[in-house]
């Protein structure tokens, strides 16, 4: 070949092309997932078919049932997706604020910020089916339950005196429906500037803790 050397082509190594399948199948589940959260929110449970959601994305529907067998499994996966993150991130807050009071309000404005971030998981998991979540992962071990995690954070601060003495499980439920209430106007409210969202989320857990100390 007139002195000139001829490169061989390089062929993908077979663990290469087997971590390529399955990034591309981990790309199409988080594909029909996303799809399948906007179809969710915007027609109810009832309101999706499998084939509607296959010509959302532009598989057949077939292939949807390759991932999911129906729709029970596509919105169980949506919600235990939406409450394993949101358990993992309040328990992370918990444990990079030691001072009980702060580690409330903290936890307060992660909460806000799950749900302004993942807005189609948390209309899911609380304002549409709370109850298809709960009954599908009461009996799931190793993950991190979000109103655990705040409800130890009330226990806490009552230990320390940082507020009042009273039932844990009350004063969890207190702030979590003062949150969950603060995202949901944030949701489907009227679009508010990001300061005075930002004003608006400090002022409500400022207040709603002043509520918990003592007089």
């Known amino acids: 070949m007139n002195g000139e050397r001829m490169d061989k082509p390089v062929l993908a190594s077979p663990s290469s092309s087997a971590a390529r399948r399955a990034q ?11 799809a399948a959260a906007e179809l969710f929110v915007a027609g109810g449970y009832q309101g999706l078919s499998m084939r509607q959601l296959a010509e959302r994305i532009g598989y057949t529907a077939p292939t949807i049932y390759l991932y999911f067998a129906n729709k029970d499994a596509l919105l169980f996966a ?5 409450y394993n993150e949101l358990g993992e991130r309040l328990a992370a807050v918990a444990a990079a604020e030691p001072v009980p009071i702060a580690r409330l309000a903290a936890l307060g404005r992660e909460y806000v910020a799950f749900g302004r971030e993942r807005p189609m998981h948390y209309q899911l998991m609380f304002m549409q089916r709370a109850d298809f979540l709960q009954a599908r992962l009461a009996a799931r071990a190793n993950r991190v339950d979000p109103l655990a995690v705040l409800q130890e954070a009330v226990a ?6 940082a507020i009042r003495a009273a ?3 009350v004063i969890t439920l207190s702030l979590w429906a003062a949150v969950h209430g603060l995202v949901g106007l944030l949701l489907i409210g009227p679009p508010l500037p ?3 969202i930002r004003a608006l989320v400090d002022t ?3 207040a709603m803790l002043a509520g918990l100390t003592h007089a």
């Open 167 to 169: 039932d844990p499980q």
């Open 24 to 34: 591309a199948r981990a790309d199409l589940r988080a594909k029909i997932l996303a």
């Open 156 to 161: 806490a601060a009552a230990s320390a005196g």
């Open 78 to 82: 949506l919600l235990e997706e939406g």
């Open 194 to 196: 990001e300061e005075q």
């Open 204 to 206: 409500t857990i400022a």
